[in-house]
């Protein structure tokens, strides 16, 4: 199984809290598209031998192209690949764009046309039904919004998954709870959660130092993950990765695959790629990642992944999904060494039942999955070759 990656590097405004790489100027849409197509094109040689079993518009927000574009690149990726004959293809949207009356052709709804050209996946940006929140975030739909788009996706699509932001400055635990039970109430099988981060050269982190926002409160957030956690269980979600929960059967084919280490292709500017043995990423810039294509060059960057390297990254992901870190694994593909090290430097969490090994595999117990991605640091090898 392979997945293919396409970054849409455009947004109707910049989110708050946002750190990709985007833009908020649609000048070069068109030009963008096209460049998308071409690379898609230049790099069918990667995945001579592979079967293309998911296909990913992120960004950015992807929901900004045209119904005719998006099917282009579809159909671009179809001309040059093998595709399975059911793949999951995924479109990241916003609700405003979901809403927007000025996007529906004659008739037909957006989501008719989305179904028409192959897309069986929308994973929607929601992050709050609070307007408060919306606003502080500076999301470009409201509350209004984000409750309509679900009530007419869902007549449409069975396979939908939305965002939620966690540990949000104001946020409550009621007010919490009541998102959850909000996106509950529509019957949507996956949702993906996440804490409110402060990233460095963002606007959030601007409105912090100058005492506009109050700064997110980690023990806000651990409670409110907790509480996630505890609720979607409860509703019947399996909690499959640490920030990702889905009934049986709707877990994303693509994310799945990225942290079980299948190879995949990034298409865009700022789009990473792994073929297992090396990691490579566009560069981040509009301009020069137009260029580059015109003139038949990849504008990508690679790095050899080494023993160290990947042991590392088979941790971080191991540890923040249901299918835990395998020992036996450790063993057979770096050898004694990192397994004795492993085991060595798990101990002490073991020792606070942060951690368990059950059937040789290490998982994080229900205390110590929001501490995953400490732990994983803990566990690294850092004596690289």
């Known amino acids: 199984m392979s997945g293919i990656y396409i970054?849409?590097?455009?947004?109707?405004?910049?989110?708050?809290?946002?750190?990709?790489?985007f833009?908020?100027?649609m000048k070069k849409k068109d030009e963008m598209v096209l460049a998308l197509a071409k690379e898609i094109q230049l790099r069918k040689n990667e995945f001579a031998n592979e079967i293309v079993e998911t296909i990913y518009f992120g960004g950015g927000t992807p929901s900004v192209l045209e119904n005719s574009e998006l099917k282009f690149l579809i159909d671009t990726v179809y001309e040059n690949y093998k595709v399975s004959e059911n793949p999951e293809i995924t479109l990241e949207a916003n609700p405003d764009d979901l809403t927007d009356l000025s996007v529906r052709a004659e008739s037909r709804t957006i989501f008719e046309n989305y179904r028409e050209i192959g897309i069986n996946r929308l994973s929607i940006g929601i992050q709050s039904f609070f307007e408060e929140d919306l606003k502080m975030m500076n999301r470009a739909h409201n509350s209004a919004e984000a409750i309509k788009c679900l009530q007419e996706a869902i007549k449409y699509f069975d396979n939908i998954s939305l965002d939620l932001?966690?540990?949000?400055?104001?946020?409550?635990?009621?007010?919490?709870?009541?998102n959850i039970e909000t996106a509950l109430s529509f019957g949507i099988p996956h949702i993906s959660s996440y804490a409110l981060t402060v990233e460095p050269k963002t606007a959030l982190k601007k409105l912090i130092d100058t005492g506009k926002i109050a700064e997110p409160q980690d023990e806000v957030a651990s409670n409110h993950f907790m509480i996630l956690v505890d609720t979607l269980q409860k509703n019947g979600f399996i909690h499959y990765e640490l920030s990702n929960f889905g009934k049986e059967n709707y877990f994303s084919k693509n994310n799945s695959a990225y942290w079980l280490g299948?190879?995949?292709?990034?298409?865009?500017?700022?789009?990473h790629s792994y073929d297992g043995e090396k990691r490579g990423w566009n560069v981040a810039n509009n301009s020069l990642y137009l260029k580059s294509i015109q003139d038949d060059i990849l504008p990508i960057e690679t790095e050899i992944l080494s023993k160290s390297d990947r042991y590392n990254e088979y941790i971080m992901t191991?540890?923040?999904?249901?299918?835990?870190?395998s020992l036996e694994r450790i063993e057979n593909e770096f050898g004694s060494e990192y397994l004795d090290y492993l085991n060595k430097q798990a101990q002490k969490f073991l020792n606070d039942e942060l951690v368990y090994i059950?059937?040789?595999?290490?998982?994080?117990?229900?205390?110590g999955k929001f501490l995953t991605d400490g732990i994983a640091s803990d566990l690294f090898y850092l004596n690289l070759e």
């Open 7 to 21: 970054h849409i590097p455009f947004c109707k405004q910049a989110c708050h809290y946002c750190d990709f790489h």
């Open 23 to 25: 833009s908020t100027s």
């Open 165 to 178: 932001i966690y540990g949000i400055p104001g946020m409550n635990d009621e007010m919490w709870k009541q």
């Open 262 to 271: 299948k190879k995949y292709i990034g298409i865009g500017p700022s789009a």
């Open 318 to 325: 191991g540890l923040r999904t249901i299918w835990g870190v």
């Open 358 to 367: 059950s059937d040789n595999i290490l998982r994080p117990t229900a205390k």
